[in-house]
């Protein structure tokens, strides 16, 4: 038991430090691991790169477009992060489901 509260507590305190620096980021734990799971599969061991890399690369394109909006300001990455993934949360929501 002491096992389990120690790890708990341990990702606890490394979750906060991570909002705290970055902030909260909408969405991108939702719809990036399911957009890779529809392409390839479910097997975490196969996808967990897959999920990462394309995650960062989306936080980055993210972060670009809100430097380069109105610049010389900034719009921030949780804002625009927050549009674009809503509104692709919402195309997965909705869209019709196909079955072979």
Not at 39 to 62: M, S, W
Request: aromatic content about 8%; some cysteine; overall charge positive.
């Amino acid at each position: 038991k002491w096992v389990v509260g120690l790890a708990s507590l341990l990702v606890s305190v490394t979750v906060a430090v991570i909002l705290i620096t970055a902030g909260s980021l909408p969405f991108l734990g939702v719809i990036i691991p399911n957009i890779i799971a529809m392409k390839y599969g479910d097997n975490i061991k196969k996808t967990h790169r897959k999920v990462a890399l394309t995650g960062g690369f989306f936080l980055l394109i993210c972060d670009i477009i809100g430097r380069s909006l109105i610049a010389p300001y900034q719009v921030p990455v949780q804002l625009i992060l927050g549009i674009i993934a809503g509104a692709i949360f919402l195309y997965l929501l909705f869209k019709e489901v196909r079955r072979v």
